[in-house]
């Protein structure tokens, strides 16, 4: 089907990570690698990239990586690359380690590290209606998702009627394992693959699989948004509770499982050494959109040079920002990677309304309650304290004060989702879940229809009740808007001294319905971070593809974030461009980056130069230039301002432009103002298309 597959071949060059050059050696070391212990690998790339980016093929390769190895007396590596990139995962002595970095074409040396996935999944009973707009799209396009694996029993990822054309140039496997054989992949899961020496086999949790059967849920959720079937009846106990649809309901999914779950989940995670290998055996295969929905990595490290290959390879690469806004910058800085933060916002709501008409909306999706509202506390079950009632333990509640009541609760002491699974088994009809203090509301599915308030509007609809027990309320889902989208507080940031504006875009990342295994007890649940927004915006790559596979995986990433829209309140450093759409951008103008410029900008330490989406400009510079493309079938006449700018002037040259299917302008951005360092200043240049389209580039001017 797709003739843009094919590999790019491009001329040998030199990757700038810090080449160190020396004369051979052979370490003399007294003893054997110690025994394994979590992220013990290191992880070394050699010169020049792997076969994706046309430096050698991959005998030659391997015989470079051998001459390192025995120049430094090591022995066979736990893994070996050479299609993203060239190199290996080893266990090296002390001295072994002090010697490989100073060997001919090395060009890094690092630690292998666990990485943390980029969501948080809530295991909740569904009871409330979901929604699937979409029934057609992506069809022949094969999304890679290197997560904790995949669920093939969920209805979600079957093997149904209508998904269209099939990938004609995939060529993965399906590798066997603990409850996983070949016939667990599918016309819908094409490939699947597992990873974990990085980690540790003998390091897991006992209810994992070594296989690519997804026992954390954390890969089934991403895979089910990303391309979950379209029409899915999501059913609970036995009760229809609505329609589910992923972003590109006809896509395949190649899944590699490089994450998993320890005896502590503190401890679950993802081996760099896992991922890369996963990131190469992918572009092997021949994906056309790879995502990661892990965080860490803030440097063009081991990871990063990996995605280059994917790049180099026209490969759609989508990563997440990352859910440690606090702490850090987001992961995945490369331009080659399309870098996803979360917003918030728009997640479903819900309603308590008084019989006057006074009313205090939260998050929920509840189905529509009339009846007498009930203080937990004021129910205990005998024995029981008030405080354990208030939080609505779990056989803390007296059901002949519950039955058929509106139970408020307090959050605190066990997950929001037990709660209401209590006042489920006490007979309650719904819950009103109020935060003690200062947080966030959330929208998961409950066992009974739940409006979860803050605390301001919990202390005060819960005095109400104090006052009058014997009133009827009335829970209810807000129709419309469900909010104000804006960007999540914990959604990482891009670093102002970086090289390109990161997150590209962001996309809803808060209470996200996707499917779940049945290991975990419940076939659906809701995640949140920006792993959920990762996902959405992998669909939408594939949407891209399947309409018109003969782009370029550069062009496919410039329409997805620039079809974002602004958000009010969020910095171009926390939004990027704005909130993806969710339906397939359809403008005819694009940013393009040929394959071999990746790596040539890195040579020569000029990643700012390049044709990204964005631009991130220093207070010493003064101006940049980019080049716009027409990819439509008719010319066109595109025109350009710059908006949002508050303490500099920004012109952009030419104002308007003509273009010819396929032709391109270059047009300069000159910046007047402050010279000296100051706070962030930022806009966007919006391109107009004469037939309707809308391009959005977002500007940083940072200090």
């Known amino acids: 089907m797709r003739a843009r597959r094919v590999r790019r071949l491009v001329g040998c060059c030199l990757l700038a990570l810090g080449v160190g050059l020396g004369a051979p050696a052979v370490a003399t070391a007294d003893d054997a690698p110690p025994p394994a212990a979590p992220g013990d690998l290191t992880l070394v790339t050699m010169n020049g990239g792997g076969t994706a980016a046309g430096r050698a093929d991959a005998p030659e390769l391997l015989a470079q990586q051998d001459a390192v190895l025995a120049a430094v007396g090591a022995g066979e590596p736990v893994y070996r690359w050479t299609t993203a990139l060239s190199g290996f995962a080893v266990r090296l002595t002390e001295a072994q380690l002090a010697l490989i970095d100073d060997q001919p074409g090395v060009a890094s040396v690092e630690a292998d590290t666990i990485r943390p996935m980029a969501g948080r999944t809530s295991f909740a009973t569904v009871r409330g209606a979901t929604a699937s707009p979409r029934l057609r799209g992506g069809a022949g396009v094969v999304i890679g998702v290197v997560d904790s694996g995949i669920a093939p029993e969920s209805p979600a990822?079957?093997?149904?009627?209508?998904?269209?054309?099939?990938?004609?140039?995939?060529?993965?496997?399906?590798?066997?394992?603990?409850?996983?054989?070949?016939?667990?992949?599918?016309?819908?899961?094409?490939?699947?693959?597992?990873?974990?020496?990085?980690?540790?086999?003998?390091?897991?949790?006992?209810?994992?699989?070594?296989?690519?059967?997804?026992?954390?849920?954390?890969?089934?959720?991403?895979?089910?948004?990303?391309?979950?079937?379209?029409?899915?009846?999501?059913?609970?106990?036995?009760?229809?509770?609505?329609?589910?649809?992923?972003?590109?309901?006809?896509?395949?999914i190649a899944a590699y499982k490089a994450c998993w779950g320890a005896p502590d989940p503190s401890d679950d995670g993802c081996s760099t050494a896992d991922v890369v290998s996963a990131v190469d055996a992918a572009v092997a295969d021949g994906v056309d959109v790879l995502t990661l929905a892990l965080a860490g990595g803030e440097l063009i490290d081991t990871l990063q040079v990996a995605l280059l290959g994917a790049a180099e390879a026209d490969v759609v690469v989508v990563g997440a920002a990352g859910n440690s806004g606090a702490s850090a910058y987001a992961a995945h800085p490369a331009?080659?990677?399309?870098?996803?933060?979360?917003?918030?916002?728009r997640m479903s709501r819900g309603r308590v309304t008084l019989p006057g008409g006074r009313s205090w909306d939260g998050g929920g999706r509840p189905a529509p309650v009339r009846g007498r509202a009930v203080l937990a506390a004021d129910a205990a079950a005998p024995g029981v304290s008030r405080r354990a009632a208030a939080q609505c333990r779990l056989g803390a509640l007296d059901s002949r004060l519950v039955a058929d009541r509106v139970v408020v609760c307090q959050r605190g002491a066990i997950g929001r989702i037990d709660k209401s699974e209590s006042v489920a088994q006490a007979g309650g009809r719904a819950m009103v879940l109020v935060n003690r203090r200062p947080g966030s509301v959330t929208a998961d599915l409950h066992a009974v229809p739940t409006v979860h308030l803050s605390a301001a509007?919990?202390?005060?609809?819960?005095?109400?009740v104090s006052r009058h027990p014997s009133t009827r309320v009335t829970v209810s889902r807000v129709a419309g808007d469900p909010g104000t989208r804006r960007t999540a507080r914990w959604s990482a940031a891009g670093d102002p001294r970086g090289t390109s504006v990161k997150p590209d875009a962001v996309a809803d990342g808060d209470a996200v319905l996707g499917a779940l295994p049945e290991s975990t007890g419940r076939a659906w649940g809701v995640f949140s971070g920006s792993s959920a927004a990762t996902a959405h915006a992998s669909g939408l790559a594939a949407l891209v593809i399947g309409r018109h596979p003969e782009r370029s995986a550069a062009v496919v990433r410039s329409l997805i974030a620039t079809s974002s829209r602004p958000m009010a309140g969020s910095s171009v450093l926390e939004q990027g461009a704005g909130a993806l759409p969710?339906?397939?951008?359809?403008?005819?103008?694009?940013?393009?980056?040929?394959?071999?410029?990746?790596?040539?900008?890195?040579?020569?330490?000029?990643?700012?130069?390049?044709?990204?989406?964005?631009?991130?400009?220093?207070?010493?510079?003064?101006?940049?230039?980019?080049?716009?493309?027409?990819?439509?079938?008719?010319?066109?006449?595109?025109?350009?301002?710059?908006?949002?700018?508050?303490?500099?002037?920004?012109?952009?040259?030419?104002?308007?432009?003509?273009?010819?299917?396929?032709?391109?302008?270059?047009?300069?951005?000159?910046?007047?103002?402050?010279?000296?360092?100051?706070?962030?200043?930022?806009?966007?240049?919006?391109?107009?298309?004469?037939?309707?389209?809308?391009?959005?580039?977002?500007?940083?001017?940072?200090?």
Not at 335 to 345: E, N
């Open 157 to 252: 990822l079957a093997d149904v009627p209508g998904l269209g054309a099939d990938p004609e140039a995939f060529a993965g496997g399906c590798a066997e394992g603990d409850g996983w054989t070949s016939e667990d992949c599918t016309r819908k899961i094409v490939g699947a693959r597992w990873y974990v020496d990085g980690f540790g086999a003998d390091r897991v949790r006992s209810s994992e699989s070594l296989s690519p059967r997804d026992a954390l849920g954390h890969g089934t959720q991403v895979s089910s948004v990303a391309a979950g079937n379209a029409g899915v009846t999501v059913r609970v106990d036995d009760r229809d509770a609505g329609f589910f649809g992923g972003v590109a309901p006809q896509a395949r």
């Open 335 to 345: 331009p080659w990677v399309t870098t996803i933060g979360a917003a918030v916002g």
């Open 582 to 703: 969710s339906r397939a951008p359809t403008a005819h103008l694009a940013l393009d980056v040929a394959p071999e410029q990746w790596r040539r900008a890195m040579r020569r330490h000029s990643l700012a130069r390049l044709n990204t989406t964005s631009l991130l400009m220093p207070a010493r510079q003064r101006r940049a230039t980019r080049a716009v493309t027409n990819i439509g079938t008719r010319a066109e006449y595109f025109s350009v301002t710059a908006r949002g700018f508050t303490s500099h002037r920004v012109q952009v040259r030419p104002l308007a432009v003509r273009l010819a299917p396929g032709e391109s302008a270059d047009f300069t951005i000159t910046v007047s103002g402050p010279t000296a360092p100051g706070r962030l200043d930022d806009g966007m240049l919006v391109w107009l298309g004469a037939r309707g389209g809308v391009t959005r580039m977002p500007v940083a001017l940072t200090r």
């Open 457 to 464: 509007a919990g202390r005060s609809f819960s005095r109400w």
